[in-house]
């Protein structure tokens, strides 16, 4: 088992920034890939950004490219999602996600086996 604990969520003004965290303990070996999702009230949830813990490689959705960084912290098992330049659109909960994926199935909330508990983001216009 892989236990995930996210923690940064809050509420800010359009324009501002937050930073979540996603601490990984346990069977980690098993989470290769770590990964953010968000869901808005009454959606599906939506993949936000992905990085393998080998390597660092990252991918993101387009609507967050240049705003949001994903980065890891080996030492630390910990995972992050600085988040720039908000806007009320971002306003949902926000999830970590951990498991061993493929490329082609990183956007798939369905084949991540782990999930933290969710952190909510509330921006305000």
């Known amino acids: 088992q892989v236990q995930l604990v996210e923690s940064g969520g809050g509420l800010v003004q359009a324009g501002g920034s937050l930073r979540l965290s996603c601490a990984s303990s346990?069977?980690?070996?098993?989470?290769?890939?770590m990964a953010w999702f968000f869901q808005a009230p009454g959606k599906e949830r939506e993949f936000v950004a992905a990085?393998?813990?080998?390597?660092?490689?990252?991918a993101y959705t387009n609507s967050v490219e240049g705003r949001f960084t994903i980065s890891r912290d080996s030492a630390k098992n910990t995972v992050y999602l600085q988040m720039n330049t908000l806007k009320p659109e971002d306003t949902a909960v926000y999830f970590c996600?951990?498991?061993?994926?493929?490329?082609?199935?990183?956007?798939?909330?369905?084949?991540?086996?782990?999930w933290g508990q969710g952190t909510q983001v509330t921006v305000s216009s």
């Open positions: 996600a951990a498991g061993t994926i493929v490329a082609a199935n990183l956007r798939i909330p369905t084949v991540y086996a782990y």
């Open positions: 346990g069977r980690t070996f098993d989470a290769a890939t």
């Open positions: 990085i393998r813990w080998r390597g660092g490689s990252t």
